[in-house]
């Protein structure tokens, strides 16, 4: 995972001022897309569009500087069909505007070039199992909401807030298969994993894959497949989202299974009352590497 990784920085180089296939790179590797962009983004910290749009400004703060070209040829050069898509871009990154780059030399932020190396880590195993599921489906309630990557996430605690009790026992009661009890469900999320970016998360249950769904619940169809589930207890959420966060820097590099689309499962098997510790089971859709 890590010499693909560095694989794919180095095609970002070779085509800043390009088009690359992402995709492309990924067959050659023997990965997926999908794969390639999740762990991009859990350990450079970033979403690999953004570490691009970084890169191509860090260059392009130095056309600007120089001052040999106007700012239409530099921003086409660069990908941008304007200089106000480019200006747009390029103040994102830097702060300020080019041409005020132009007349002063800065301020400027680079973005240096990434580079993966393998550490030894892992001191503290990973209790974790594969499990092989038929086809299933997700029922309850769900919503669009951001995706936070640190603590708890206020729309998420609204969601389930707003749900009166009685609904939660029926629900409870709906389940009929693994993942067992109340299911914290985040599907459609975005390959990047952005913060920010929006993905439906859904408070219900699993049911098997015939079973009739109330017209009042939403549903997702989930298909066969293989799932590492990650055993995690502590204190809630900073437990699991350590253990999710985990599973990118240590548990995928050094395991010969990779992530596939699908949705995230969280279930809670015991917690205190407060919700202050919990133990939970992560549930992530993966297939052989």
Not at 10 to 29: I, S
Not at 134 to 157: D, E, K, M, W
């Amino acid at each position: 995972m890590i010499s693909s990784l560095n694989r794919l920085v180095a095609l970002v180089e070779e085509r800043l001022t390009g088009e690359f296939d992402v995709a492309g790179l990924a067959r050659d590797l023997g990965t997926t897309e999908y794969h390639l962009r999740r762990m991009f983004s859990s350990l450079a910290g970033m979403p690999l569009s953004e570490y691009v749009r970084r890169r191509r400004m860090t260059v392009a703060a130095a056309d600007v500087v120089r001052g040999e070209e106007d700012l239409l040829d530099i921003a086409v050069r660069h990908g941008y069909g304007s200089t106000e898509a480019f200006g747009r871009a390029f103040r994102a990154v830097h702060g300020v505007g080019p041409g005020d780059v132009r007349r002063h030399g800065g301020p400027l932020r680079a973005q240096p070039q990434l580079r993966f190396r393998l550490t030894v880590e892992g001191s503290t195993p990973m209790d974790t199992r594969i499990a092989d599921r038929p086809a299933f489906r997700l029922v309850g309630h769900a919503t669009r909401v951001p995706l936070i990557h640190h603590g708890v996430n206020p729309h998420i605690q609204q969601h389930i807030a707003a749900l009166p009790p009685e609904e939660h026992t029926r629900l409870k009661a709906l389940g009929d298969t693994e993942p067992k009890g109340l299911l914290q469900v985040s599907d459609d999320v975005d390959p990047d994993a952005a913060e920010g970016t929006e993905l439906t998360y859904l408070h219900g249950v699993a049911v098997s894959g015939d079973a009739p769904v109330p017209d009042d619940l939403d549903a997702i169809e989930v298909r066969a497949g293989t799932w590492a589930v990650f055993h995690t207890s502590g204190p809630y959420p900073q437990a699991l989202q350590t253990a999710w966060a985990a599973t990118a820097t240590e548990w995928f590099p050094s395991n010969p299974w990779r992530l596939r689309p699908g949705p995230s499962i969280v279930t809670v098997l015991d917690r205190a009352d407060d919700f202050s510790t919990a133990t939970c089971e992560l549930w992530l859709p993966v297939e052989p590497g």
